[in-house]
């Protein structure tokens, strides 16, 4: 019973056997067996180190994402800008705005060989002084709550002025500009405007970070404490204005979203110079969200973007514009998903089978040319004898 099973087994066999008694080996069997040989090491190799790789696969899928916010990352130097002056105002197609942005925000004074003088924190100091001028117009007494006066820009009796921001953005809501700067008690003793003058001539860098509505929008640096009313752009540095800001700048890193493997940002390392008069340069922004996820599944939510330029000239520029740098963004409705993975182990398997089996046929079919070639011209030379 046993017997027949084997007896049909043996029948089965895929690889018949011959006896060595009949091989025939040759020198160009054993050239083509070392070629063969070397040539299944140095693929089998390759692929083996293509299995250890990660590969990166990318996708396209529309964006459902909503009601999502995002950080904006910049760093970027005016050279002719000082640092009181420059402001970061932000507003959106769902109508959020925030003017004179401080919170995350670094400045740094640079003189004009772009030598840092002084890095700060954006916002000034409010140093208390013995008797600040009250709201009533007398001075702080002894154990007096103070409320300090907003000059006439006051909206109701309650109201205190307490800093010289407050005054100004009293002044912003009543559509002011601040053109009796020596009268404020407030920018006085915190010493805004002789500030002002002491960075005449300064550029600076500014850098930090926006966290702002996942919707189309935008955000500037603009020269001057800038203040929104009836879209209209002000500035409220009447008196210390000059009669131009050179707006040029040097952007050393603007990113939309985390730093992922890959990414290029197109800004980075851009630089405008503005030999003329102030203007409104401006820069169009398309971001498409992206979603990159490393090997270990660790997942980051970023973006990636495109730019085109543009720079209008101050004559120009209407009277609602503000002389300025200008980003304005909007998002593709598209998503790129990068997805890093390794080659699986059966498909590693399959390439190894595939090279292997691949050039032994070859070389055999090509030993089987050869061999008979030379078969064929002994043939000939045998028979050449005899004639």
């Known amino acids: 019973m046993m017997n027949a099973v084997f007896n049909k087994l043996r029948n089965l066999d895929a690889y018949p056997k011959v006896k060595e008694d009949f091989y025939s080996r040759t020198l160009s ?13 140095l693929l089998v190799f390759s692929e083996f180190t293509l299995y250890l790789h990660t590969v990166t696969e990318t996708k396209l899928l529309v964006d459902t994402s909503r009601g999502e916010t995002f950080h904006i ?17 932000t507003m959106d197609i769902s109508g959020e705005q925030h003017h004179d942005i401080k919170h995350d925000i670094i400045k740094k004074r640079i003189n004009a060989h772009g030598d840092v003088i002084e890095s700060r924190p954006d916002g000034i100091g409010a ?17 007096e ?5 907003c000059f006439g820009a006051e909206q109701s009796d309650d109201d205190c002025c307490n800093s010289c921001e407050e005054v100004r953005e009293a002044y912003r809501k009543k559509g002011w500009a601040m053109t009796n700067a020596d009268l404020i008690d407030q920018c006085k003793r915190e010493g805004f405007f ?3 003058k002491e960075e005449d001539g300064e550029g600076c860098n500014i850098h930090g970070s926006l966290e702002v509505n996942r919707v189309a929008g935008n955000f500037h640096f603009a020269a001057g404490k800038s203040f929104h009313q009836s879209s209209f752009f002000f ?8 009669d131009s800001y050179n707006i040029s700048h040097r952007i050393n890193k603007l990113a939309f979203g985390e730093y992922f493997p890959g990414v290029v940002n197109p800004l980075d390392g851009g630089q405008w110079t503005h030999k003329t008069s102030n203007g409104m340069y401006q820069y169009f922004i398309k971001v498409v969200p992206t979603i990159y996820t490393d090997i270990r599944g660790r997942t980051v939510n970023s973006n990636q973007y495109s730019v085109t330029e543009h720079f209008k000239d101050l004559e120009f520029i209407s009277p609602n514009s503000h002389p300025g740098v200008f980003f304005f963004y909007d998002f593709s409705p598209i998503k790129v998903t990068f997805k890093e993975e390794h080659i699986s182990f059966l498909h590693f398997i399959t390439n190894i089978c595939a090279v292997i089996g691949g050039i032994f046929t070859v070389a055999g079919i090509i030993d089987s040319f050869v061999y008979y070639g030379q078969r064929k011209i002994k043939k000939k030379a045998e028979i050449g004898k005899f004639r």
């Open 145 to 149: 709550t103070y409320c300090g006066s």
């Open 29 to 41: 069997g054993g050239i083509i067996t070392l070629v063969s040989s070397l040539s299944i090491l």
């Open 73 to 89: 990352n910049f760093d970027i130097t005016f050279p002719a800008i000082p640092c009181t002056l420059l402001s970061v105002d």
């Open 127 to 143: 140093p208390k002084i013995e008797k600040p001028l009250q709201r009533h117009g007398g001075r702080l007494e002894k154990n």
């Open 194 to 196: 002789e500030r002002i």
């Open 235 to 242: 500035d409220d540095l009447i008196s210390f204005q000059k």
